[in-house]
């Protein structure tokens, strides 16, 4: 797992899977947090984003001078990965799948031809977090 202490408004932490291309970012650049899937096999940073998730806004979050922790946990395989945010989780991509989860919701888009992951929602999914999870502690 790495981890990243940061105070709202600037953030990045950048986590590399295993398993080649796959790689998550977590940004805040001031006024919202974002959650990317990436493939860093692709020639530009542009076309290396394969799917997005709001994380939250700065402005909403309680108390936003606090400093947080950002996490970011591979499972074994390489192909999901979850972001933490003070122990919580809080959006989780499912590289094998094309699909992400956040808490959020957000956003979502209607299906382009040519997508290959799932855009259209991103509703959370405890049970998606719960096998992440198990898998992880089994043997």
């Known amino acids: 797992m790495q981890s990243l202490s940061f105070t709202p408004g600037?953030?990045?932490?950048s986590v590399n899977?295993?398993?080649?291309?796959?790689?998550?970012?977590f940004e805040d650049e001031g006024v919202a947090g974002y959650f990317y899937a990436c493939d860093r096999s692709q020639e530009t940073q542009e076309?290396?984003?394969m799917d997005a998730m709001l994380i939250y806004n700065v402005s909403a979050l309680r108390d936003p001078e606090t400093p947080r922790i950002a996490s970011v946990e591979w499972s074994k395989d390489g192909?999901?990965?979850?972001?933490?945010?003070?122990?919580?989780a809080q959006a989780l991509f499912d590289f094998a799948r094309h699909q992400g989860f956040c808490r959020?919701?957000?956003?979502?888009?209607?299906?382009?031809?040519?997508?290959?992951?799932?855009?259209?929602?991103?509703?959370?999914?405890?049970?998606?977090?719960?096998?992440?999870?198990?898998?992880?502690?089994?043997?």
């Open 104 to 139: 959020l919701d957000f956003p979502n888009f209607i299906a382009e031809q040519g997508d290959t992951w799932q855009k259209a929602t991103h509703a959370w999914s405890e049970a998606a977090l719960q096998h992440f999870e198990a898998n992880l502690y089994a043997s």
């Open 10 to 13: 600037k953030a990045f932490l």
């Open 79 to 88: 192909q999901q990965a979850v972001l933490y945010l003070d122990g919580t």
């Open 47 to 49: 076309h290396s984003i």
């Open 17 to 25: 899977s295993t398993a080649v291309p796959w790689t998550v970012v």
